[in-house]
C-alpha cells in the first residue's frame, strides 16, 4: 500500500476508536442539533445546536422531556417513538417549529431519530439528530411522511 502522509506526521491519532474527549468535541461542534433522550424521552444531553433550533438555552433542557420541548409536535412523535421502543432502529420525518415560543422564526426541520439499546439489546433512549430543511418558495412545503424502518 503506498504511503498517503509524509514521515513527519504522526499517525497515532489518525487510526483507532475516538476517545471521549473527541467524541465530547464532535458533539459540541457539530453543525446539526443533537440531543439524547432517555426510554421515556426525558433529556439526558443536547447540544448548543440543538438548543439554538428549539429556542431554549440548554440549561433549560434538564428535566425536560421531548415533548415538553416540542409539543406541537406529540401527536406525530408519539406513534413514531412506539415504533422505536418496539425495534425500529430509525425513524426520519419533518417537523415545523411551530409550538415553540422562542423559536426565532417559522422553519423545518428535517429529524433522523435512532434507537439507543443497552448491552444486553434493550431499547434505553433515543439519539435525535436535526437540521434545518431548506424552504423552497416564500411557504414551507408540505410535512414529509413520517417512517421508520425495520
Not at 415538553?68 to 421502543?85: E, G, K, M
Not at 429529524?111 to 434505553?124: I, K, M, P, Y
Request: glycine share 8%; proline share 9%; aromatic share 8%.
Amino acid at each position: 500500500m503506498e504511503k498517503v502522509l509524509p514521515e513527519s506526521v504522526p499517525t497515532r491519532h489518525l487510526s483507532g476508536p475516538l476517545s471521549p474527549y473527541e467524541l465530547q468535541q464532535l458533539f459540541a461542534q457539530a453543525p446539526v442539533g443533537i440531543g439524547v433522550f432517555d426510554h421515556e424521552f426525558r433529556y439526558r444531553d443536547v447540544n448548543g445546536r440543538f438548543a439554538e433550533l428549539t429556542g431554549l438555552a440548554r440549561a433549560e433542557h434538564p428535566g425536560k422531556t421531548l415533548f415538553d420541548i416540542v409539543p406541537a409536535q406529540t401527536p406525530q412523535l408519539l406513534p413514531l417513538f412506539q415504533q422505536l421502543r418496539q425495534g425500529a432502529p430509525r425513524c426520519a420525518f419533518e417537523v415545523e417549529t411551530v409550538g415553540l415560543s422562542r423559536a426565532a422564526s417559522p422553519a423545518r426541520w428535517q429529524v433522523s431519530v435512532s434507537s439507543v439499546l443497552d448491552e444486553e439489546g434493550t431499547f434505553s433512549g433515543i439519539f435525535l439528530v436535526m437540521r434545518e430543511s431548506v424552504q423552497t418558495g416564500p411557504h414551507l412545503d408540505a410535512p414529509a411522511s413520517p417512517a421508520c424502518r425495520k
